[in-house]
């Protein structure tokens, strides 16, 4: 497939190129967006098609799960079995921002898109265009950083073309995006579990969290 690449201004995202997006997403193509720390490859993860097409343009171990993107909170409350209270109490403190949520997936998350862990990673971006392209479709989104594994993530549209060309759809070029990579804490157990420690330390969580448990 042919590759495609537009422009866009990360703080005032033209309708034409969200709805573009949107559009590619909603036909089961692969898009990549500057999010606040990187560029993200968006799929729709109700699609196997796409949620496949994620996997081989990253070249990513299918056993390994696919994060996603949601709009908000309360967007998390319908794609899981059950909401730990340590839950509310992470998002209340870091969301919109750099924190990933491992939770257990309902069954209306396909099994594929969780790695077939049965487990979903969640988190809620302080990105205008992610925003703007759940709110369009009113869902959360796969969001999975635009490289291929193991490599580093591509810091410019330009980078992501030039090292994805063929393996998605359409690119959203807003420049150079790069920082440090968001914390991942997983609260799938009685207690929580630190599994990658980026902006947000892991005595941030603990302070959070309070008297729950470090599993």
Partial sequence: ???????????EPSAEALDRAAEAIREGRVVAIPTDALYALVADPFNLNAVRQVYRAKGREVNRALPMLVRDSL???????EVPAGFKL?????????LTIILQASARVPLRATGN????AVRQARSLIADELIARLNQPLIATSANI?????C??????FGV???GVDLVLDGGICEGVGASTVDITEPGWRMIKEGVISRHEIAECLGALPQA
């Avoid at 497939?1 to 703080?11: E, F, H, K, R, V």
């Avoid at 862990?117 to 979903?120: D, F, N, S």
């Fill in 164 to 166: 994805l060309d063929g």
């Fill in 1 to 11: 497939m042919a590759t495609d690449l537009i422009g866009i201004n990360p703080l």
């Fill in 90 to 98: 992470l998002t209340r403190r870091f969301w919109p921002g750099p």
């Fill in 117 to 120: 862990t049965g487990r979903l």
């Fill in 149 to 153: 594994s193991g490599r580093p993530t």
């Fill in 155 to 160: 810091s410019s549209g330009i980078e992501v």
């Fill in 75 to 81: 967007m998390v409350e319908d794609f899981v079995s």
